[in-house]
């Protein structure tokens, strides 16, 4: 035992003097190269004179970008996200200043500009150097998980190892489920594809199984996310929706708006959340209870000490490779991004949308930036030994909005995405506790290009001119609710606020027309209730009938006087839905039809939410190709009803029980999970499991949400496990 702790010692004393000797030739280099740092006096020096100086140099440079490096980034836990990235160049130049004043002499010398270079090229190549080491010894990433977490035990107030196994739950924003299911496939997520069984063969044995979903009629982020870590989405209609009681517009990525959305949900439960006993939230919209936050919208409004939500950073820039690292990465997928949009408009493909102006940027931030931070975060928690994880991972669901769910671009995100799965699962075998790690996902997308595109105007020119107003000769342009945006905003401390003038009317009699993918939201600010479609016949006798047989229009909700919620559609068609039958055919749902089996109930239950709007208009959606028409610019949407996006997944271990029970099925055979509420009640009965009674207990505001029933008939592509509990 003792000899194999004399040789670990060994092989970590050897690798720092290996990184010791780069780093002093990686400056004699630089040294040579650049006219402004110097390693020697002005009288000149021997060559072996120059090495000493060069050796010290990187030996102080290393010294105290080891000691100095944390104490400087925590110092700075306060200042804006993506300024710290900025800030870790000068920083790091400014140790290597201070290096070369501590070198005999005054032999070593450089100018500002030139200090920040070089340190930004020795931090790379020290960082390459010491991976390129542990490739070469097998077992070296291994002990280095075994030191951290032994480090993690000592700090913590218990030394003894947790007996009950922690969850890591991982969301991979904006993946339907068939989208899933083709890459493990395809071989792009060999990680995911090997919890399948299906990296090997039909003898493969799978350790996870795979469950679809179906989400409710706003098939978004802020939607699912708050009924999934919250227990309740009741009263979020859409992504962004108008409120007449205040005035105001909620917008789901809008800090303030995510926090008063919490704020329900909690108000309305009475629970804190899924994370409320010993949890983390990363990157995600809502905390979930929990007090560990990293990148957490809903906190990022706070302001003081108390906001902890960009804690994260500190984690990750703490050391200075990462930081160059991390910025070599992202000027690399901003050129990728560059290339990929500029060979699109070459070979003028369709769909398209724009992909200039900031876009490279929040893109690369969504795929690098946010990736690297809340995976090391979740690193960390794992090693602390915390009991449950929920961490959102939002580069596919970016990428795909502008590049489409099913594209080239898209697909290679998805596969980076799976090797910080890898990354994951390895750490799980090193943390102080067994974790369990459950992938699941909001929603999907669904195909088509825009509503725009098609028809050249938008949907509040075709709201304008129902109703007689003059529209514009220019169409405008609908803002997208990438959620990658809001986080680039909430990272620089700017308020995530949409158009004004996309939102409030110049005059108060006017329409309010909101966006939300392929969903659309219509209210009259002036009447300070919703109104009636006798009141909108009334006031505006071609404005439905202007909605309800444009092509590009699926169907409209809105609310009769008399009779209830009614869905509206081409020709004509009427639909009242608290008249349907429990076992209506598809001609009794008429432009339901092709919305699938749940569409009625989904649409059922948003016109029962306070702020739903005058006017609810879906796009069309064609089944056979699966496409729908945005209302925003994004030829990948999601937020409506039609195809993908109202089918994720949730990929769980076998060891824990099947997200749905047997004996529920339907009058056709089938049954499936429905809502985000009814997925945070499986991730409930999975943490009691674990961790027993001391997880608390959601209590439902209202009864209609309906124990998990059997296996969805969704079918799975082959080779691919899908749950079939017997």
Not at 386 to 395: G, I
Request: glycine share 10%; net charge positive.
């Amino acid at each position: 035992m003792r000899d194999g702790r004399w040789r670990t010692v060994g092989r970590g004393l050897g690798r720092v003097i290996v990184v010791w000797a780069v780093s002093t030739l990686t400056m004699l280099v630089l040294a040579g190269l650049l006219p402004d740092f110097k390693l020697q006096s002005d009288d000149g020096d021997s060559a072996t004179r120059i090495a000493v100086t060069a050796a010290l140099g990187a030996g102080a440079f290393g010294l105290l970008s080891a000691l100095v490096w944390p104490l400087l980034v925590r110092a700075l836990l306060l200042v804006p996200a993506l300024v710290i990235g900025l800030l870790t160049f000068f920083l790091n130049g400014s140790l290597l200043l201070l290096a070369l004043r501590l070198i005999p002499d005054g032999r070593g010398d450089a100018n500002a500009e030139t200090a920040v270079v070089v340190a930004a090229v020795m931090s790379a190549v020290a960082s390459a150097t010491g991976g390129a080491l542990a490739v070469r010894d097998d077992d070296a990433y291994r002990r280095r998980l075994y030191r951290l977490a032994d480090r993690r035990r000592r700090r913590a107030a218990d030394p003894h190892r947790p007996s009950t196994p922690g969850t890591v739950f991982l969301q991979l924003d904006g993946v339907g489920h068939d989208v899933l299911c083709r890459a493990a496939r395809k071989g792009v997520t060999p990680t995911i594809a090997r919890w399948l069984g299906a990296d090997e063969g039909p003898a493969a044995r799978a350790t996870h199984r795979l469950t679809p979903w179906r989400t409710d009629w706003s098939s978004q982020t802020g939607a699912s996310q708050l009924g999934i870590l919250h227990g309740s989405n009741h009263d979020v209609p859409a992504f962004r929706w108008y409120e007449k009681d205040t005035g105001e517009v909620m917008v789901s990525n809008r800090p303030a708006s995510a926090a008063e959305l919490q704020r329900r949900a909690i108000v309305r439960t009475g629970d804190g959340g899924l994370l409320s006993h010993d949890g983390a939230s990363r990157g995600n919209l809502f905390s979930g209870g929990a007090e560990q936050l990293a990148l957490v919208l809903s906190m990022a409004a706070r302001r003081g000490r108390e906001n902890r939500s960009r804690a994260g950073y500190f984690a990750y820039f703490s050391d200075p490779a990462n930081a160059v690292r991390t910025a070599l990465s992202f000027v690399a997928e901003v050129g990728r991004e560059i290339g990929e949009s500029t060979r699109a408009r070459i070979r003028r493909r369709r769909p398209r949308v724009s992909r200039g102006g900031l876009y490279p940027f929040i893109r690369a931030f969504a795929t690098v930036v946010e990736r690297d931070v809340v995976v090391a975060a979740v690193i960390g928690d794992m090693f602390a030994g915390r009991a449950a994880v929920y961490a959102d991972l939002v580069a596919y669901d970016e990428v795909a909005h502008h590049s489409g769910p099913t594209s080239g671009d898209a697909e290679r995100v998805l596969g980076r995405l799976d090797r910080s799965l890898a990354l994951l699962a390895q750490v799980a075998e090193h943390a102080p506790r067994p974790y369990r790690i459950v992938l699941l996902s909001d929603h999907g997308q669904s195909p088509g290009e825009t509503f725009r595109a098609r028809y050249g105007l938008t949907l509040g020119d075709l709201v304008r001119a129902g109703c007689g107003l003059p529209v514009p000769r220019r169409a405008r342009r609908t803002h997208s609710g990438a959620e990658a945006r809001a986080a680039v905003r909430a990272a620089l401390r700017r308020p995530v606020e949409e158009g004004t003038g996309e939102h409030r009317p110049r005059r108060l009699a006017e329409p309010i027309v909101l966006a939300s993918g392929n969903l659309g939201l219509v209210s009259f600010p002036d009447v300070p209730h919703r109104m009636t479609r006798e009141e909108i016949d009334r006031r505006h006798p071609a404005l439905l009938p202007t909605l309800a047989n444009h092509p590009g229009v699926g169907f409209l909700l809105v609310r009769g006087e008399d009779r209830g919620p009614l869905v509206l559609g081409a020709r004509g068609a009427e639909v009242y839905l608290d008249e349907l039958p429990a076992d209506a055919g598809p001609g009794a749902l008429g432009p339901l039809a092709d919305f699938g089996p749940g569409a009625a109930d989904a649409v059922r239950r948003t016109d029962g939410f306070p702020h739903t709007a005058d006017i609810m208009v879906n796009s069309a959606y064609d089944p056979l190709d699966g496409e729908v028409l945005a209302f925003e610019e994004q030829i990948g949407s999601h937020g409506g009803l039609g195809g993908a996006q109202s089918r994720p997944f949730l990929l769980s271990p076998l060891v824990l029980s099947p997200p749905l029970a047997q004996g529920a099925e339907g009058a056709d055979g089938t049954a499936e999970l429905v809502g985000a509420e009814a997925v945070h009640q499986v991730l409930r009965r999975w943490l009691r499991e674990a961790h027993g009674p001391e997880v608390p207990r959601v209590t439902p505001a209202d009864d209609r949400l309906p124990d998990p029933v059997a296996p969805t008939a969704f079918p799975a592509p082959d080779h691919v496990v899908q749950d079939k509990t017997q």
